[in-house]
């Protein structure tokens, strides 16, 4: 309500180069968040896709999350990538030869059919189901949308709050870089030094076939990754038998995971069905982030170490996410605005939030989660802002990202120095997220 509808000539240019991203990217079930970089199905872009896509065809809003869920494991978990048949091994490393689901998944439930990764992604579908259902309810209501997901999106949670409660605290922990989805994050740095890496001539890096050695994580960062993802497919992608080497609790995840649970409620409501649990999930776990993660003196939330039981001081993008949630404090919300506006996160170049603190020894303009600005997270802010009634500051961050996004050719992240494009372009969530901001 309180924006411009788009009828502006500039506006429906970028109207319509965002529409023809996801066009070209659409696979005929799913979208991939990039033809060269990422020929897969992810499983959050998916959800931001989602998102965008519902501003074009419900029906192929609703497709993009139902293939994704298709592919959920028997314990629970929404894998984070869904392999494409029909795209070649060596297009992007791991591959399936890698992950071997089916086989080494078993145990936990893979599906025997299609090939998945192990691990997860950001719990942003619950939220991205509900946004597909209000974009078009009587459509929802007639293809039994919402009955079909929530039941999946419910177990989803639940391995979540169960299985991956590793810190016995209330919230869930991510066991591998790749799963809070922002990969090289400095946040990551001190845990990933106990890690040894794979030997570098064990695999081979397809993402610099197509993404600047600058722009991207590093070949030792690699070697971590490969280790870690390695030793859980050796004990069967199961969270009962392996012992986690990398464990932490995630700002951003955590956040995502108390706005799909109030996402959870809505539907539920809407369904005739009990809302209560998911609502009371959503309290403890706002409760939880809080005593758990909220660094009062920093003005951020900060990831917590499961293996030294203490917070990680580093300043990243994830630990303001949480501005999202709705039922925060109000001291803590107006910390948040503080250092969100403040020197560390207000980049000269762009209002687009930087992906780590401008001001952090490991800051780095051009390293992928090292400190440039991300489209989706630029989204996520808007939205807490919103949600906090600070709209002067959310229509400031929208125009900026409108305006980038255009300019980049729908990167998939800026320089926050300079706002120059990076990494790979016509990027779908950038396109997405563009959708839904202009509607
Ligand atoms: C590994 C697909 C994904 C995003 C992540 C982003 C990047 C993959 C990679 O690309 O990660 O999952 O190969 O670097 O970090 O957030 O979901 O767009």
């Not at 081979?204 to 070949?219: E, S, V």
């Amino acid at each position: 309500l309180d924006r411009p509808a788009p009828t502006a000539p500039a506006d429906l240019t970028l109207r319509r180069g965002a529409a023809r991203v996801l066009i070209d990217n659409w696979t005929g079930a799913s979208t991939v968040p990039s033809r060269t970089l990422y020929p897969h199905q992810w499983s959050w872009d998916s959800a931001f896709i989602a998102i965008g896509l519902r501003h074009l065809s419900v029906r192929r809003a609703q497709r993009e999350l139902e293939s994704l869920l298709a592919a959920q494991w028997a314990d629970g978990r929404v894998p984070h990538i869904v392999f494409n048949p029909a795209v070649a091994a060596d297009a992007y490393f791991p591959s399936p030869d890698f992950w071997q689901s089916s086989r080494a998944g078993r145990a936990a439930g893979a599906p025997a059919a299609a090939q998945t990764s192990g691990i997860v992604q950001p719990p942003v579908h619950a939220l991205a189901a509900w946004l597909v259902h209000l974009a078009d309810p009587a459509e929802s209501r007639r293809r039994g949308f919402l009955a079909r997901v929530h039941p999946r999106l419910t177990a989803w949670h639940d391995y979540l709050l169960t299985r991956r409660d590793l810190g016995g605290g209330g919230l869930a922990a991510v066991v591998h870089p790749w799963e809070p989805g922002m990969d090289n994050s400095p946040c990551w740095d001190r845990a990933l030094q106990r890690i040894e890496p794979s030997p570098p001539d064990t695999f081979r890096r397809a993402d610099l076939d197509h993404g600047h050695p600058a722009d991207r994580p590093t070949d030792l960062d690699y070697g971590r990754y490969v280790r870690l993802a390695t030793e859980y497919r050796d004990a069967g992608y199961d969270d009962r038998v392996v012992r986690h080497r990398f464990a932490v609790e995630d700002p951003c995840f955590n956040a995502l995971l108390v706005v799909s649970e109030l996402a959870l409620a809505a539907m539920a409501r809407e369904m005739g069905l009990p809302a209560r649990g998911h609502t009371e999930r959503a309290a403890e776990l706002t409760r939880a982030l809080v005593d758990r993660l909220w660094d009062e003196e920093a003005g951020l939330f900060r990831v917590r170490d499961l293996h030294t039981g203490t917070p990680v001081d580093e300043g990243s993008v994830s630990g303001l996410i949480p501005l999202l949630v709705p039922h925060l404090p109000t001291d803590v919300v107006r910390r948040l605005h503080t250092t969100l506006t403040g020197p560390r996160f207000s980049a000269p170049a762009t209002r687009l939030v930087p992906s780590y603190d401008l001001t952090g020894h490991a800051f780095d303009p051009t390293r992928y989660w090292r400190g440039p600005a991300w489209f989706n997270t630029a989204w996520l802010i808007e939205r807490g802002l919103r949600t906090h009634g600070l709209q002067q500051d959310a229509a400031r961050l929208r125009a900026d990202f409108l305006a980038r996004a255009g300019h980049s050719g729908f990167a998939e992240y800026v320089d926050p120095s300079t706002g120059a494009a990076r990494g790979t372009r016509h990027f779908s969530w950038t396109a997405a997220l563009t959708l839904d901001l202009l509607s």
